[in-house]
C-alpha cells in the first residue's frame, strides 16, 4: 500500500502519473534519465506522483489505472467509467468450460457437426495472420486498430490481439468496442465453414487456412457481404458470418439484460449492481453491433437494438455510468 498514491480516481486521459524510484532520477526527480552525474551514491526508495500536464486550480487529479475496459474495472476496481473505452471486449475464454461449449455449440448448430471439438486459446492466437495484425498494432489509438488495408485498397475490418490488453492473448475470440470480430474469431469460423470436420478438427482448419491463399480468403471475406441470400448454397465467407451472429445471438440470449429486463433495468441507478448492468448493457451494444455487419439476413432484429439504446439512454441519466466510485481498497 503507498499512501495517497491510491486515492486518485482513474481516467483514460489522465494528468498525473506513480512512478517509482527506478522510472525517474532519484536526486532531481527527472525522467530523462534515472541517475545524476557526480550525485551522491545513495538509494531511496520511493513512489512518486508526477504530473503529466499543467493542472488548473479546481481541476480534479487523475491517474490511471492502466489501459482497462470497463469489465476489467468492475473486476478489479468495483466501478465504470462514465463512457466506454477503446479497450472494450464482450469475448469467449475458452479456457471456462461454459464458454468453451457456446463456442463449439454456435460451429454446430451451423456447420451441422456432430464431432466433439477441444479448442485452446494457444491454437487461436496461431489463427491471426502475422504482418497484417502488426501494420494494425503499429497506428493503434487508445485501443482501436483501423482496418487493414490491402495492396489493392481492399480493407479487412477485424480486430487484431492487443499486445497491451493482458486478457487478449488468453481470450482471442472477442468483439471489440466497435463491434468488430478478432481475427482470430473471423479465421475459426472461416477454417471451420471450409471442409468438413474430422476428429483432429484444430489441425485440419490450420491446415486448411495455410492452404487459402489470400486472395481467395479476401474474395470469400467480400462475397460475404454482398450476398444477401439466406440458401443453403452460402459460400464458407457467408457460413463464416452465420457462424459468428450464432456466437453473438448466443450470448444474447443469456445476459441478464435481456432475460431478466425488467429487474436489470429496476437496479439502473440502485446501489453497485448498476456497474455490472452497465457493462451487460455494452456486451449488448457490441454483440448487436457485430451481427449486421457479418451477414445481412443473419442479424438481430431491430427491436432488440432499439431497447439496447432505450438502456443506453436510461444509464446515462444519473450514478449508472455518471458516478465513478472511489477504487476499491
Known amino acids: 500500500m503507498v499512501p495517497v498514491a491510491d486515492l486518485f480516481n482513474h481516467a483514460t486521459l489522465n494528468n498525473v502519473q506513480v512512478e517509482s524510484d527506478m522510472d525517474v532520477c532519484e536526486t532531481c526527480g527527472s525522467s530523462e534519465h534515472v541517475h545524476c552525474e557526480n550525485a551522491p551514491d545513495v538509494s531511496y526508495s520511493t513512489i512518486d506522483i508526477r504530473s503529466t500536464e499543467a493542472i488548473e486550480a479546481d481541476e480534479e487529479v487523475l491517474n490511471s489505472y ?13 466501478f465504470t467509467l462514465a463512457s ?24 454446430v448448430s451451423v456447420l451441422n457437426w456432430d464431432t ?12 491471426e495472420p502475422a504482418d ?6 503499429a497506428v493503434a489509438d487508445d485501443g482501436l486498430s ?6 489493392d485498397g481492399s480493407l479487412f475490418d477485424f480486430a487484431p490481439i492487443s499486445h497491451v490488453l493482458r486478457f487478449d492473448k488468453s481470450c482471442p475470440l472477442f468483439i471489440d468496442a ?3 470480430a478478432s481475427w482470430a474469431l473471423w479465421r475459426l469460423c472461416l477454417g471451420a465453414a471450409l471442409g468438413h470436420p474430422s476428429y483432429d478438427i484444430v489441425n ?21 457481404f454482398t450476398n444477401v441470400d439466406c440458401s443453403l448454397q452460402a459460400g464458407p465467407g457467408e457460413t463464416a458470418c452465420r457462424c459468428i451472429v450464432a456466437l453473438c445471438t448466443a450470448r444474447l440470449s443469456r445476459l441478464a439484460i435481456t432475460t431478466r429486463e ?28 457485430c451481427a449486421p455487419r457479418h451477414g445481412h439476413a443473419y442479424c438481430v432484429c431491430g427491436a432488440l437494438q432499439t431497447k439496447i439504446a432505450t438502456w443506453l439512454r436510461s444509464s446515462e441519466k444519473d450514478v449508472f455510468f455518471g458516478c465513478r466510485q472511489r477504487p476499491c481498497g
Open 132 to 137: 497484417m495484425t502488426a501494420a494494425q498494432r
Open 146 to 151: 483501423p482496418a487493414y488495408k490491402a495492396s
Open 84 to 107: 466506454k473505452t477503446g479497450f472494450e471486449r464482450c469475448g469467449w475464454d475458452v479456457r471456462v468450460p461454459e464458454e468453451h461449449d457456446e463456442v463449439v455449440a454456435a460451429l
Open 116 to 127: 466433439d471439438v477441444i479448442i485452446s486459446a494457444d491454437f487461436l492466437t496461431e489463427l
Open 178 to 180: 466497435n463491434g468488430r
Open 66 to 78: 492502466g489501459e482497462l475496459g470497463n469489465a476489467e474495472l468492475l473486476c478489479q476496481y468495483g
Open 262 to 289: 425488467q429487474e436489470a433495468l429496476s437496479h439502473l441507478n440502485v446501489g453497485m449492481d448498476h456497474y455490472a448492468y452497465s457493462d451487460e448493457i455494452l456486451n449488448a451494444e457490441r454483440c448487436s453491433a
Open 204 to 224: 485440419d482448419i490450420k491446415k486448411r487456412l495455410e492452404e487459402t491463399k489470400f486472395a481467395y480468403e479476401k474474395k470469400l471475406y467480400m462475397d460475404s
